[in-house]
């Protein structure tokens, strides 16, 4: 029996009628430099219009004027990508909108991205990431992969549309303390669940820890498949991934009351 998925992530229609338009240049940014905030404006609205081609010339003179790599992933680059996920959700957008966007994002993180990782500190673990089986999705998972490589942990990233096999074989081969699952679909984010079943019927549950993230995803469902933390944002799961290997690596997660109903729903 297919699992009833409910993602308790409910949609705001008030919100996604608001149009990014409306506070630009007005509300966002005020605490940077004019020049900055400008410039800000402009990486955004270039996400949004998906403009790759022109992303980088935002990105390097941000760089030079002292911003960091993290400020622009968590500032104009989030702001702008999630515009595109309004628009997309009110049919304002299509998918060809949606891909240049991606396009511009994943341009944008070319450049980032060793920046981030020259931050690397001396190695504290091995984390297995993928996204799971059935979604294409990779722009959060790189995110993720990229600062958990600064923050000294040594990624082993599976990709996109990772079977739960795969996960299994990794974990054999590379025996990490961590296993992290991105989904961003509704209708695919029960492979996290199908993915960490297959871990336990291995048995080698014991031997990770399973983070979960992904825009769907929420407490709840972590608890409900009996994950070890869910990761809102990358700077989370770093959080979470050093408290793993940290003092917490012995708590384990998951509401066991929640992951019966499950199994109970299932075998129904
Ligand atoms: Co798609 N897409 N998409 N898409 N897409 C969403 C997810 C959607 C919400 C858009 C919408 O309707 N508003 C919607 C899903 C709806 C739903 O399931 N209820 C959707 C859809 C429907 C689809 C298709 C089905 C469209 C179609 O074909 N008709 C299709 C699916 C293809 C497939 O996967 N099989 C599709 C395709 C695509 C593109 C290929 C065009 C492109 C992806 C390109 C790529 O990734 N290489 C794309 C994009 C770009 C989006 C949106 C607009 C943006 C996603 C993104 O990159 N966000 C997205 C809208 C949205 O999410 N609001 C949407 C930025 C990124 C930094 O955030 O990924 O959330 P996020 O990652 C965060 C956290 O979630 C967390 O940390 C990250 C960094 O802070 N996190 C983790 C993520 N993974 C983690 C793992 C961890 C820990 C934390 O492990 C430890």
């Not at 992303?55 to 390097?60: A, G, V």
């Not at 702008?80 to 966007?101: C, H, N, Q």
């Amino acid at each position: 029996m297919p699992l009833d998925i409910d993602t308790e992530i409910e949609f705001n229609i008030e919100d996604l009628q608001y149009d990014i338009e409306q506070s630009r240049a007005t509300d966002r940014w005020n605490d940077a430099p004019d020049n900055v905030k400008d410039i800000f404006h402009e990486l955004e609205w270039n996400i949004i219009e998906g403009e790759f081609h022109e992303t980088t010339d935002f990105i390097n003179p941000l760089l030079e004027s002292g911003v960091s790599a993290r400020t622009l992933i968590s500032g104009p680059m989030s702001t702008g990508i999630a515009e595109v996920g309004r628009r997309f959700k009110m049919d304002e957008y299509f998918l060809p909108e949606v891909m240049m966007s991606a396009k511009c994002m994943q341009a944008a993180l070319v450049i980032i991205k060793p920046l981030i990782i020259a931050e690397k500190a001396e190695s504290v673990g091995t984390c297995v990431i993928g996204t799971i089986q059935g979604d294409l999705h990779d722009i959060g998972k790189n995110i993720v992969s990229m600062m958990l490589e600064a923050a000294g942990f040594d990624v082993v990233d599976l990709g996109v549309s990772t079977p739960p096999e795969t996960f299994i074989e990794a974990i054999r081969e590379h025996k990490p303390q961590i296993v992290g699952f991105s989904a961003l679909l509704t209708t695919t984010m029960n492979m996290q669940w199908e993915t960490l079943k297959l871990i336990t019927a291995e048995g080698l549950r014991d031997d990770v820890k399973v983070m979960v993230g992904g825009a769907p995803i929420s407490q709840v469902w972590a608890d409900k498949i009996g994950a070890d933390a869910y990761c809102a944002d990358a700077l989370i799961a770093v959080d979470k991934a050093k408290a793993c290997v940290g003092d917490f690596k012995d708590l384990v997660g998951g509401a066991p009351e929640l992951r019966d109903n499950l199994l109970a729903m299932e075998s129904e």
